[in-house]
């Protein structure tokens, strides 16, 4: 059909003008938004952007791309041995989305082993305290925060198998390779792709291995405990304690517990009393779980402790004083139990024991009393305990203070290490302020920094009681009152009791456990420059860490000393 010029023509397009005068305006803003938006309509007009962050960096989910994002192109210097990581931040997502990731190039060994997290936020209700578990405990403000609560920051790491769904415009992922001990020193480049509907954002990394290796964990790796709730292993779950799923779950918790380089676990010791009074032994659940643990390279047993206090005066499971005749005669059979156990199972020399966690100056009697009695039925075995009763010489054999305690007395401390005495430190609900800990308001480099105070201070080995200690669901509650007194100023801080998640039958990290794992794996590093060059491993210790309250809070200039180190360790 051909249209010819004329009356037709015109009469239509004036019959179409007034059609559409009315609608004119709404036609006006969909042809502009049509031209504004790429092939893809209307959805795909939400841009996104993304940009990585170095995993120490806190990220919140109202961070800004250009505040976080890192210089490119980005290069991760690593040691064999250890895991390289970094974060990204994405920005400008649609809700309800769907974000995949695709990891291509690179050496097998690295595009093979690259895991990838989904970033989960979680709640800072309560500012820790100044002094002390949280500043509602101290009336005080505290400067020493990374932020003013009530805030959410990132800190879950979730695996991510699947396609991110987001619920919100802004996501945080987190990427991790283990490095192989053997993989041959060198740069290798990876290409990280995320896509969002036909939408991508493609991001370039390189991984520059060094020739460096730090050690699996094991006898000589520093020592390092983070005390677990058995039952809390199967939060969220319908298993029962110590029944057929309980031994999967279990070790699925150590080999997490292994991957942030725990080489020493507390034992439950499994004593009851019988119906004559008697001390009895489940030894083979105690056998069950030290196999779990070795297989994922555990080497040091905690015995936990036996005792508890009641007045003035330490008890037994019976109730008995310790140095009244009952009591003694049931220490004396937990400790001959405890030898035949030790020995059955060739723990000698591998095996600590506690006698009462943080014994006051109150029962010193008692726990001298005690501690007699282990040395002379336990040969090879050392008293541990964590607490800062410094008139409890002679009778612990590794003291555990907590590191401000230790840096305030440590003419005390290094006449215990000349006396063959060890020391390590803890943290619990203190110290806080400016000290080192590693709660969900402090620099993610405080936790990397316990690590590198045992090197400067020559401690061999660091304690926390709060693996997985929920008293409430953590991924909603980070602040909770003291379990041993509720409805009081007296709470956890945000993220003492746990520092691993509760998955599905499994553990999930957080980004406080890695930064945790990456200063033990400094601290490997750092004994190996001390024995190559120790002048210049004091000026890279010395570059960002001076003591427990004095040390450097800029990500770079760590990045900068561990470089300096990794290099120095290139070098024959």
């Not at 995320?194 to 094991?218: F, Q």
């Not at 406080?512 to 190559?532: N, S, T, V, W, Y």
């Not at 300096?564 to 290139?570: N, S």
Request: contains cysteine; proline residues 6%.
């Amino acid at each position: 059909m051909i249209f010819r010029r004329g009356n037709y023509n015109n009469t239509f397009l004036r019959a179409f003008a007034g059609w559409i005068a009315p609608v004119r305006p709404l036609l006006v803003l969909i042809f502009a938004t049509l031209l504004l938006c790429p092939a893809g309509g209307l959805r795909a007009s939400t841009r996104f952007r993304a940009a990585f962050a170095d995993e120490l960096t806190p990220l919140y989910p109202d961070s800004k791309i250009e505040d976080v994002a890192l210089p490119e192109p980005v290069v991760l210097d690593v040691a064999r041995g250890t895991v390289a990581g970094v974060h990204i931040l994405l920005r400008g997502l649609p809700a309800m989305s769907r974000v995949s990731v695709e990891i291509s190039g690179g050496k097998p060994w690295l595009s093979t082993n690259l895991r990838v997290y989904q970033l989960l936020d979680v709640p800072v209700e309560i500012n820790s305290g100044l002094h002390s578990r949280t500043e509602k405990w101290d009336g005080e403000h505290n400067p020493y925060v990374i932020r003013r609560a009530p805030f959410r920051v990132f800190e879950v790491m979730r695996p991510l198998n699947s396609p991110v769904v987001t619920g919100d415009s802004v996501i945080a992922l987190a990427l991790e390779a283990n490095v192989p001990q053997n993989v041959r020193p060198g740069k290798y480049d990876v290409r990280i792709t995320m896509r969002e509907g036909k939408r991508r954002v493609v991001k370039r990394l390189t991984v520059r291995v060094h020739s460096a290796v730090v050690p699996p964990i094991g006898k000589n790796t520093m020592c390092y405990t983070c005390w677990f709730s058995e039952k809390n292993m199967l939060w969220g779950t319908k298993d029962t304690l110590w029944g057929p799923e309980y031994w999967k779950v279990l070790d699925r918790w150590a080999a997490m517990m292994a991957k942030g380089r725990q080489n020493t676990f507390r034992l439950t010791l499994a004593l009851d009393t019988n119906r004559a009074g008697e001390i009895v032994m489940n030894a083979e659940r105690m056998k069950k779980t030290i196999s779990i643990f070795e297989r994922h390279g555990f080497y040091y047993v905690e015995g936990g402790p036996f005792l508890s206090a009641k007045g003035n005066h330490l008890v037994t499971r019976g109730g008995y004083a310790v140095q009244s005749p009952k009591g003694t005669a049931q220490i004396v059979e937990t400790l001959d139990l405890l030898h035949k156990f030790i020995a059955g199972e060739h723990l000698e020399g591998r095996w600590f024991q506690h006698i009462q966690d943080e014994p006051g100056q109150n029962l010193d009697s008692d726990y001298v009393f005690v501690a007699r009695l282990i040395h002379e039925k336990l040969p090879g075995v050392r008293v541990l305990e964590a607490g800062d009763n410094r008139d409890l010489a002679g009778a612990i054999d590794i003291w555990c203070p907590t590191d401000d305690e230790y840096q305030n007395h440590r003419d005390f401390y290094t006449e215990r290490q000349k006396n063959g005495d060890e020391c390590w430190v803890y943290t619990c609900l203190t110290p806080t302020g400016p000290w080192i800990n590693r709660l969900l308001d402090m620099e993610r480099l405080r936790p990397v920094y316990i690590g590198w105070g045992a090197a400067l201070y020559g401690t061999t080995g660091f304690l926390h009681w709060g693996l997985n200690q929920y008293y409430a669901d953590p991924f909603k509650q980070s602040v909770v009152d003291h379990p041993d007194a509720p409805h009081t100023n007296n709470q956890l801080p945000a993220g003492d009791p746990f520092i691993l998640y509760p998955g599905p039958g499994e553990p999930w990290p957080s980004v406080r456990f890695e930064a945790m794992r990456i200063g033990l794996e400094d601290r490997e590093l750092l004994r190996q420059l001390e024995k190559k060059n120790p002048a210049l491993c004091g000026e890279v210790i010395a570059s960002v860490f001076r003591a427990y309250d004095n040390y450097d809070k800029d990500v770079s200039a760590y990045r900068n000393a561990k470089l300096r180190m990794l290099e120095a360790l290139d070098t024959r």
